[in-house]
């Protein structure tokens, strides 16, 4: 199969051309902050859905780790008047649910890593800000609609999944409504072009 020409391409969504999402891409003001720490070998790959996050939310900011050239500023992540939470299931990680938001209030900067497992547990331990920052699990199963890498458990959310299901609970459920419609967009079309490239090999 060949790869579309780089010229064919949408510099956005960086999927062939015809099959651009980027109209259905509507941008939120959500009230409370999201940090987006990606691993560098994401960065241009046309499935990750942290960059697609950070198109939607007006008030997020991405940071590549891994890059040599360009380390991360560590204390960057703090955002003033915001207290951090990092979104990450580890041993120590409390439900994100209203209890939490009434024992912990906002507003707050929801730091999110995206990569594999095994990348995202790394960045706890090699970043000392997240050290100090406590960590949250959803407390809810939810069924993805992330059908663009093979999961292995339908459960298993994406970047951006857990983001909108986090804001969600923070926020309020409009806020998922409004991001699902970008998402579904993203996850369709670029199905559509794979079959595409498929049929005309």
């Known amino acids: ?15 062939t051309k015809t099959f651009c999402y980027c109209a259905s891409v509507a941008p939120i003001s959500n009230k409370n902050f999201v940090t987006l720490l990606i691993h560098h070998r994401e960065k241009n790959l ?7 996050a950070n198109r939607v939310l007006d008030n997020s ?29 580890d041993d120590r990680s409390l439900p994100l649910d209203q209890d939490l ?4 209030p906002g507003p707050y900067n929801l730091i999110v890593p995206d990569g594999s497992w095994s990348q995202a547990r790394k960045f706890k331990k090699r970043i000392k800000y997240l050290q100090t920052v406590p960590s949250v699990h959803l407390p809810y199963t939810y069924e993805s ?6 999961q292995s458990k339908k459960e298993n959310l994406c970047t951006y999944e857990a983001i909108m299901r986090s804001l969600g609970i923070m926020e309020g459920t409009g806020i ?11 996850v369709s079309n670029i199905l559509r ?8 090999i």
Do not use: Q, W
């Open 193 to 200: 072009s794979r079959t595409s490239s498929y049929t005309h």
């Open 61 to 89: 900011e991405i940071f590549y780790r891994g890059i040599k050239e360009a380390p991360i500023e560590e204390m960057s992540f703090e955002k003033e008047g915001h207290r951090s939470l990092l979104l990450f299931p």
């Open 176 to 186: 998922e409504e409004k991001m699902l419609l970008s998402f579904r967009a993203m």
């Open 1 to 15: 199969m060949k790869r579309p020409n780089p010229d064919t391409r949408c510099p956005k969504c960086r999927i």
């Open 101 to 104: 938001l009434e024992r912990l």
């Open 46 to 52: 046309t499935t990750n859905t942290a960059v697609l």
């Open 145 to 150: 609609e992330y059908y663009l890498r093979r």
